[in-house]
C-alpha cells in the first residue's frame, strides 16, 4: 500500500512528481520541506497540503531558483502575481558549480531551470519553460542563451559519463525540437510572392538537426520560404533539390570537423541553372562548428550564429526578390 489514511508515502508522491524520494528526502532533512505527520513516529507521510508545498518546490528549482531559496519560498506559500503593465526582471545568472551537475558555466538562469528539469526528467516542466523563453525573449535569443548552451551542456556530460545521461540529452532534444517546430507556425503562404526559397540541409553523414530547426524557426518568423531536408542529405540528392528549386541560398550545416565536405560547398556554389546567357546559382551558407578552418570556395558566406544567419539570409532572399523577372526560373518553377 502506497497511500493510508495518514495521506501518501514518500514513494508515492515521488512518482506523483517526478522527483527521486531521495531528493524529497534530503529537501527535507535540509529545508524543512517535509510532511507534517509521520507514521509511528518515523515514516513520512505526505498529506495533499504538504504534496502542495513540494509541487511549488519543483516549479521554483525547475525556474533556476537555488534548492535553499527555493525552499524559503515555498514554504511561504507563493507570492503575488506582479502588475499586468510589468514584466519581473530575470534573476541574474547564477555562478559556475551551483544547479544540477551540468557544465553549464556563467549562463542565464533559465538555462540551469531548464538543465534542472532535463535531469529530472521532467517532461511537463521542459516543455513549459522552452515554450515560456520563446515567449519572453524571443526565438533568437532563446536559442542562443537557453536552448543552445543547455543542449552542449548536457552533451558534455553524456561524453564524460559513459553511458549515463544518454535519456536525458533524448529528452531535453526531443522537447526544443517540438518547441522550434510550434514556433515555425504553418509555412508562409504568400506574404512574400515570388522570392525563391531557402534550403537547408545537413551534410551527408551529419545527423544533428536542431541548429537547422531553429533557422527555420527564424525564417519561419521573417516570413521566408524554406526547404528543410533535414539529417545526412546524400550529394546526388542535394544535387537534384538545388537545380529543381532553384534557391535563393542554401545552407550546409555540419556539427564536427569529420563531416565538414568543402568540395560538396563548392559544387553547391558552382550549380547552375536557366537558361544560356541568363544563368543564376546560389549563395552558398557554410554553418556551424564543423566549418572552422576548412578552405571555402570564393563567394561562399560563413554565419557566425543564428542571429547573423538569419541576417545574411534576408538579404539574400530580398535581393532575390528585388530582381524579380530577371531571375530566371528553375525547373519545375517554370
Known amino acids: 500500500m502506497t497511500e493510508s489514511a495518514h495521506g501518501l508515502t514518500t514513494g508515492a508522491v515521488a512518482r506523483r512528481l517526478g522527483v527521486a ?4 528526502r534530503s529537501w527535507d532533512r535540509r529545508y524543512g520541506i517535509g510532511p507534517a505527520a509521520r507514521e509511528d513516529g518515523r515514516h513520512r507521510r505526505w498529506t495533499p497540503e504538504d504534496v502542495a508545498v513540494l509541487r511549488e518546490m519543483c516549479r521554483l528549482t525547475s525556474s533556476g531558483i537555488p534548492p535553499a531559496e527555493a525552499a524559503r519560498a515555498a514554504l511561504a506559500g507563493p507570492a503575488p502575481a506582479p ?3 510589468r514584466e519581473p526582471l530575470p534573476r541574474p545568472a547564477r555562478p559556475p558549480g551551483s ?4 557544465p553549464l558555466g556563467a549562463v542565464r538562469q533559465e538555462c540551469r531551470g531548464l ?4 535531469v529530472r526528467l521532467d517532461a511537463w516542466a521542459v516543455d ?3 515554450a515560456s523563453v520563446i515567449a519572453q525573449y524571443g526565438l533568437v535569443t532563446a536559442w542562443e542563451e537557453v536552448m543552445a548552451p543547455t543542449l552542449h551542456a548536457v552533451g558534455r556530460k553524456w561524453e564524460t559519463s559513459g553511458d549515463r545521461y544518454v535519456e536525458v540529452e533524448h529528452l531535453l532534444s526531443w522537447h526544443v525540437s517540438s518547441a522550434l517546430r510550434r514556433a515555425c507556425g504553418p509555412p508562409p503562404s504568400g506574404s512574400r510572392t515570388g522570392v525563391p526559397p531557402v534550403l537547408l540541409a545537413c551534410v551527408p553523414g551529419e545527423q544533428h538537426t536542431l541548429a537547422l530547426e531553429a533557422l527555420a524557426a527564424g525564417l519561419a518568423e521573417l516570413g521566408l520560404p524554406t526547404l528543410m531536408f533535414g539529417p545526412a542529405v546524400p550529394p546526388e540528392a542535394l544535387d537534384q533539390a538545388v537545380r529543381r528549386t532553384g534557391p535563393a541560398a542554401v545552407v550546409l550545416w555540419s556539427q564536427a570537423r569529420s563531416t565538414a565536405n568543402a568540395p560538396l560547398a563548392r559544387h553547391v556554389a558552382d550549380t547552375v541553372w536557366g537558361v544560356r546567357g541568363a544563368r543564376a546559382r546560389p549563395a552558398v551558407l557554410p554553418a556551424g562548428p564543423g566549418w572552422a578552418g576548412q578552405p571555402l570556395a570564393p563567394g561562399t558566406l560563413r554565419p557566425g550564429g543564428l542571429r547573423d544567419a538569419l541576417a545574411l539570409l534576408r538579404g539574400l532572399c530580398d535581393t532575390a526578390a528585388g ?3 530577371g531571375r530566371p526560373a528553375a525547373p519545375g518553377q517554370s
Do not use: V
Open 115 to 118: 538543465g534542472r528539469a532535463a
Open 99 to 102: 544547479g544540477n551537475g551540468l
Open 21 to 24: 524520494p531521495t531528493t524529497l
Open 128 to 130: 513549459d519553460m522552452l
Open 83 to 85: 502588475p499586468a503593465d
Open 323 to 325: 530582381a524579380g523577372a
